[in-house]
């Protein structure tokens, strides 16, 4: 594959409304990103997506966007995010915006001049049908619950469809106008400095039309709109026109989010001459999902986890270069997810940092693009609700009644909603043991997790095996000018991967070969080395035996080691 300037980067996700807030109002805001961006150096990361931070009514949390050139006075000021992209240039740092695209806000101009004149131009920005008080264009249901359609204010004769929330309207990309405006609106984010975009939900822009009914999967009626999805084709001439009008002109990156594509499709979205830059792995998050609501899902294991990695790279290996996460805004946090309840259960704390280093450190040395989401380098942890109350993801409403509708007691959809909430990855980060983390001086807009008098970046500087220091160990080995090429760029070979809980693989370039290996489990194994280790590069603390064929490793011990 040709070099691309981000294949060497590492890369970090922020949610500016609760990574630092500078002006005590509770929410996080543009001006503490500035202020925390020289941690962001020290910890060496140096691509920053921001998850939106657009004018907003924040129904689906800025997801839902009124206007693609303001910035929410919420979050600061368009002065303050040119001064973020220009002290993030003078560290080495690329910014990138979320590109939310397919839909817009109810509160957007567009939507709110297509429900004043539906047969007008800004009719067609959106998808209006005719509505007889009864039937509905097609039984589709959206992905926060019911149907995909709803009355067009002011208009009941009317409907308009949204995938997501029914303040998010999709936005109608069979009318060039409205995909003109998008790409003007790009080419003006890009020309302030912006590295590019990660692009959400961009799979929705295509619909399987004309709108019709597809076999329910629940008793509603109603079927997954994201299933449906997987029924539409042509996106590709939307992406290859974006690509040609708003993206290659500028050389941007693009980091997107698809999901429901298999595998022998990964080359034309993000091959040497895909769609876009890089796509992010959602397999081990797609693993044990179903249209039934999370009371149904089964849970990851260390062999499920490992499979779903190898699957991916094998898919991607020489054709594409995948950005590689263990959790993001939309899912709980990767160490409260990957590693076993029954083990986390069994393990002393320091037992669960060495896991959450064994952790990081597998995803992060997998070949692609190192993607980091706030708090994951200190190992952040879901939250510990005790009532539905506290929770404020929509999905999570949704999948509580799920829940109780399928006979679930109160007490098993709570812990269910606890498990797979988005609200998990949204607490404050936790900067130090003060009150609310040292996030805010006022009251957070979400309740800090408690743990933070323990788990807290101050507490991590000061301990010099923390999981904080052991992702900056990740981001300097990768970097090393040593082991760049073959950690970077080199070749992935599972290793051993018929051993039970063992997940090992080998990067190789230009004449080295690293091993990474973690024993993904609270028993003892050992592994037959492939060839004598010439100098281990990193462990996790995890007690490992070495001889000249094989290595001893305890439970959740981890190793990064060159051989000869
Ligand atoms: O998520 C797209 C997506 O597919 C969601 O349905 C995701 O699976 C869901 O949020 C999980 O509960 C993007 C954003 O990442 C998400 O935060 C937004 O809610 C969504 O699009 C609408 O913009
Ligand atoms: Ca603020």
Redesign the pocket.
Known sequence: MERKWWHEKVAYQIYPKSFYDANGDGIGDLQGVLARLDYLQELGVDILWL?PIYCSPLA??G??ISDYYGIDPRFGTMEELEALIAEGRKRGMGVLM?L?V??CSDEHEWFRKACADPDGPYGNFFYIEPYDGTHLPCNWRS??GGPCWDVLPGHPDRVYFH???RK?PDLNWENPQLRQEIYKMMRWWLDKGLAGFRV??I??IRKPLPWRDFPADREDGLCSV?SVQTQATGIGAFLREMKAEALRPYNAFTAA?V?GIPPERLPEFEGEDGYFSTLFDFSSELFGQTAEGWHTYTRITPEDYKRCCFAHQAATAGVAFPANIIE????PRGVSRYIPAADRAAMSPAQYERAKKLLGGLSFFLRGLPFLYQGQELGMENVPFHSIAELN???AAQNYALALAAGRSEEEALAVCALWS?DNARTPFQWDASPNAGFTTGTPWMRVNPNYTRLNLAQERAQADSVFHFYRKLIALRRDAAYVEVLAHGSLTPYLPEQGNLMAYLRRNGGRTVLVAGNFQLEPQEMALPAPIRQVLLTNGGAIAFWEDRVGLEGYAFLVAELA
Do not use: W
């Open positions: 998850s689906d949390q997801y839902d979320d939310v397919n839909h992905t926060f995938t997501f929330h998010q959400d939900a799979i929705n994201a989010e999901f993001n805004h939309d899912e993801d929509v999905s988005r």
